[in-house]
């Protein structure tokens, strides 16, 4: 897949995410505590799949060869005042903190458990237990949409990126 294609692709992903997104941004406003200089979720171990660092890598450029990352123990993308550097192209894992998420573990016996978890900060309001599935973001279908682009363009297993390693320069 060429660097066009496989561009218009993730874009593609992004809005979906964002269209979706969106709707669940209004249900829970009342207890989403998210703002500007927040950094509860910009955590430093952060990875992306190659496709996703590539993305990060075309369209900011200068900021990765001449910026220092942010100091060890937040995201590298983070300026002085908290805010991303990179937020218009930040990576899908960026794009839903903050929303109550739901996922399916399984046992090693089979069986599986529906598992829901939010950003303490966002913790009050209505119990996650007894929101509907459609009122929170679950955690697969679009990792394993980028996992098969990824797939797309090297064919094998895909191997995660750490997003501090973009940096030419040190911390
Ligand atoms: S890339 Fe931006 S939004 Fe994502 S964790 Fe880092 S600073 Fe936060």
């Given amino acids: 897949m060429n660097e066009e ?22 249900i829970h406003s009342a207890r989403l505590q998210c703002r500007r200089g927040c950094r509860q979720c910009c955590v430093d171990d952060l ?10 890598r075309r369209h900011h450029s200068d900021l990765l060869r001449d910026a220092a990352p942010h ?12 805010a991303c550097r990179i937020y218009e192209h930040r990576p899908y894992v960026c794009r839903t903190q903050g929303l109550p998420l739901r996922w399916i573990e399984q046992f090693p016996d089979g069986t599986t458990v529906e598992m829901r978890d939010i950003c303490p900060l966002n913790e009050e309001g209505p119990p996650l237990e007894g929101l509907p599935e459609t009122e929170c973001w679950a955690i697969g279908p679009f990792e394993g949409e980028l996992a098969r682009l ?10 995660r990126v750490s997003l501090r390693s973009l940096f030419r320069r040190g911390a």
């Fill in 5 to 26: 294609r496989l561009a218009s692709e993730l874009n593609r992903l992004y809005r979906e995410v964002e269209q979706r997104v969106r709707p669940l941004l209004a």
């Fill in 47 to 56: 990875t992306v799949f190659q496709v996703e660092a590539e993305n990060i």
């Fill in 71 to 82: 100091p060890e123990g937040a995201c590298a993308f983070l300026d002085q005042a908290g």
């Fill in 150 to 159: 990824q797939a797309r363009v090297d064919g094998g297993a895909p191997h």
